[in-house]
């Protein structure tokens, strides 16, 4: 029976390390971040925004704009993605590319935010927190 206990005792500490161990790796290291670390906190960070961005829409009940409005927020997370790129990585041809999508999600949104002023109510549009909105 003694030996039982010492073995639940043993797995749960061993259990609880490991834990904590996986806990520090997932965590950003302050103060002490390579260049993996920055690069990677910055692509989840633009996704983790976005993710934020896209759960705040409540449906408009006009599937249109709710695309519109779901794809801004998109849109800027892939830009915010492409800059990271351009200042971390390394391939000509992927910092071309996020160069590219830069270009063209910046025109889209544009494009997107005039779609909205033109087939969306008032009201919504002024909204504060509305994606969109250039009080944001």
């Known amino acids: 029976m003694r030996i039982r206990w010492q073995l639940v005792i043993a797995s749960?500490?061993?259990c609880a390390l490991a834990i904590q161990?996986?806990?520090h790796d997932s965590q950003p290291h302050m103060g002490n971040e390579s260049v993996g670390d920055l690069d990677w906190t910055g692509l989840?960070?633009?996704m983790e925004r976005m993710h934020v961005a896209m759960a705040a829409i409540r449906p408009s009940g006009a599937t249109d704009v709710d695309f519109v409005r779901l794809m801004l927020?998109?849109?800027?997370a892939a830009i915010d993605m492409a800059k990271t790129q351009l200042l971390y990585g390394k391939d000509p041809q992927m910092r071309r590319l996020a160069q590219e999508i830069i270009t063209d999600q910046q025109s889209e949104i544009q494009l997107m935010q005039l779609w909205l002023k033109q087939?969306?109510?008032q009201q919504m549009s002024k909204t504060p927190g509305f994606p969109g909105n250039k009080e944001n």
Do not use: K, R
Not at 73 to 76: F, K, N, W, Y
């Open 73 to 76: 927020p998109h849109h800027q």
């Open 44 to 46: 989840t960070s633009s």
């Open 21 to 23: 161990a996986l806990q």
């Open 119 to 121: 087939h969306e109510p």
């Open 12 to 14: 749960v500490f061993f």
